[in-house]
Structures are given as C-alpha cells and as structure tokens.
C-alpha cells in the first residue's frame, strides 16, 4: 500500500491538531504543502474539484484542508475519523 498523501498549507489552523493525531497514531504519509507551490496548488485543486468528500467544505464556504488522499482514494478530512482508519 502506498502512502497516504496529506494535502495541508502552514497558515491552517486545523492542520497542526490534524498532524498531531496523525503522529499520535504513528501514520507514515506524504506531506503536500498547498501554498508552497503553484504545482502543489493545483494538485489540490484538481482533487477538490473533482472528489465529492469535498462537496459539504465547499458549500459551508470551507477551503478543504487538511485533507488526507488515501490509497483507494478515500479523503479523510475531519481529524476525528483518523482514529477510526488508523486506530
């Protein structure tokens, strides 16, 4: 199984709480800094464009980040559900 793949920008409030659950859990991803590059701008976009576990972020006018792509494609992005996955 490949890594997951963390899709998160530094300015996030909700990204250190989401992190830290991630370490609690001793989860090996990859992180993916949004705001550092237009390239990994984009590849965040295009995923939450087109993946519905978007959809309730973008319509309470929420950018979607942190969010965590795993393997089969599934995006985990509330902190609470880590335990469930990786508990």
Not at 16 to 39: C, G, H, N, Q
Not at 46 to 56: C, M, T, V
Request: proline share 6%.
């Amino acid at each position: 199984m490949s890594k997951p793949i963390l899709l998160f920008a530094n300015l996030c409030p909700d990204t250190t709480p989401f992190v830290a659950e991630l370490a609690r859990l001793k989860v090996d991803y990859e992180s993916v800094e949004i705001m550092s590059s237009m390239a990994n701008f984009k590849r965040f976009l295009k995923l939450r464009d087109r993946h519905p576990a978007f959809e309730q972020a973008k319509g309470n006018g929420y950018i979607g980040i942190p969010a965590l792509l795993l393997a089969d494609e599934q995006v985990i992005l509330d902190v609470h559900q880590l335990k469930d996955i990786f508990g």
